[in-house]
């Protein structure tokens, strides 16, 4: 839980590079002119359990405002994220990119950090990067708070970016990021009115343009794409396309998926879909789920959490089987283990994970040695693709046609 209590508007810089042309691109998605480099980090906290390192919650606040079927989001923390360098009033600070959540957020040097328990501790218990001081020079929206629980000069400028300061709240930390960069959608924003956070539900909140809106306008244009990989170097966050450099095979796409309110009507919160087909195999077995789950696509959370029978199903295709270890909240493999194919099919066309990403080496049993897998379990919905499903791919937001294309990255 994150209380974000300083609502502010100001400018921001996303620093970024120009990228080299090559001979052909593909005619599905226009060449991006603001390409921004992103930073791969490995988080290892000796002493924590994998849980502690890799899962936080979000919470969208008051049972009103929140979608049908859905109650706390559990996303992953980041136990291996992707950060982009932001520069802001006087300094550079490193936000970790997040497309399950839209609010753009720093954590300011007053924070008062809780622990889980919600009882006051130090700042470095939460353990963030560099912290702001001060407001942005835009100054502060009155009467307005946010209550989420949870380059080169080629790079887009934000001026009147609405984006909030952290003052209080529980954050396990990774010692590099100051916040988070939301490239949600504006129906996900998090701002209420008036200064009560405990009395916060549909009756006050404001939405607001996010980041992804306030590009979209900047640079008419409502493509973004994300390119995670492995090498740090080759992931980027691109707006108005996609990279000249990075090529790619054919495209497919999906439609995103509006999500009821209780409160009555429906909106697009997260980039939900619905994938036309599950498949898993090894040598010896092949499972399929048709429809799959409807899932949302994450770059905030690592690993892809699914429906338990369906991960504990997976997990025992690896060779040897991926054993389950309840104290660490996840299934773990020798690292030297044998993945299985994992797929998932939308527009007709099958997207193979590469098995690369199927077994994390960076996270280990502290008993065993033994490495994490990427594929974990939640008990209900929302289920999440996260960067284990979105690393090789280049993932294109579509916000105009409101649909998600993807496509193999090809060397």
């Known amino acids: 839980m994150t209380r974000l209590l300083s609502l502010v508007a100001g400018s921001l810089l996303l620093t970024s590079s120009a990228a080299a042309p090559v001979e052909e691109r593909s005619a599905q998605v226009p060449a991006a002119k603001h390409v921004l480099a992103l930073e791969r980090s490995i988080v290892s906290k000796p002493g924590a359990t994998l849980s ?15 979608p049908v079927g859905v109650g706390t989001a559990v996303a992953a923390q980041n136990q291996i994220e992707y950060l982009i360098s932001v520069q802001a009033g006087k300094g550079n600070f490193s936000l970790i990119i997040d497309t399950g959540s ?18 006051r501790t130090s700042l470095r218990a939460c353990n963030f990067g560099p912290t702001w001081s001060g407001d942005f020079p835009g100054g502060k929206i009155t009467e307005q708070h946010f209550n989420i629980t949870y380059g080169s000069a080629n790079g887009p ?33 998090e701002a209420f009115t008036g200064n009560s956070p405990g009395q916060d ?15 979209s306008k900047q640079i008419n244009n409502d493509i973004f794409s994300l390119g995670l990989s492995r ?15 990075v090529k790619v095979g054919p495209y497919t796409s999906t439609p995103l998926q509006k999500m009821g309110r209780r409160s009555g009507g429906s909106d697009y919160f997260y980039y939900t879909i619905n994938p036309e087909l599950f498949s898993w195999n090894s040598t ?18 690592t690993l892809n959490l699914l429906p338990y029978d369906m991960a504990r199903s997976i997990n025992s295709m690896f060779t040897p089987h991926a054993q389950l270890n309840p104290s660490q909240g996840g299934w773990f493999v020798p690292c030297n283990a044998v993945p299985p194919s994992f797929g998932v099919q939308l527009g007709g066309q099958m997207l193979w994970t590469d098995p690369a990403s199927m077994i994390l080496p960076q996270v280990r049993d502290p008993e065993t040695g033994y490495c994490a897998t990427g594929i ?8 999440i693709l996260g960067d284990v499903f979105m690393q090789g791919l280049v993932n294109v937001f579509d916000l105009g046609k409101m649909e998600l294309r993807f496509a193999k990255r090809l060397p």
Do not use: H
């Open 157 to 189: 400028f934000l001026n009147g970016q609405q984006v909030a300061l952290a003052n209080l709240g529980y954050w396990n930390g990774d010692g590099i990021s100051s916040g988070i960069l939301g490239l949600g959608l504006p129906a996900l924003t």
């Open 102 to 119: 839209s609010d753009t957020w720093f954590v300011r040097d007053d924070f008062q950090c809780l622990t889980s328990r919600r009882q």
């Open 284 to 301: 010896q077995l092949n499972q399929t789920m048709s429809p799959g789950p409807q899932v949302i696509v994450d770059s905030g959370t």
């Open 201 to 215: 539900g549909l009756q006050n909140v404001v939405q607001y343009n996010p980041v992804v809106t306030t590009v």
């Open 376 to 383: 974990g379990a939640v008990d209900s919905a929302p289920y």
């Open 231 to 245: 090498k740090s170097t080759e992931s980027f966050l691109a707006f108005g396309g996609v990279p000249e450099d």
């Open 52 to 66: 502690d390192r890799y899962r936080r919650f979000r919470q969208i606040v008051g049972p009103d405002a929140t």
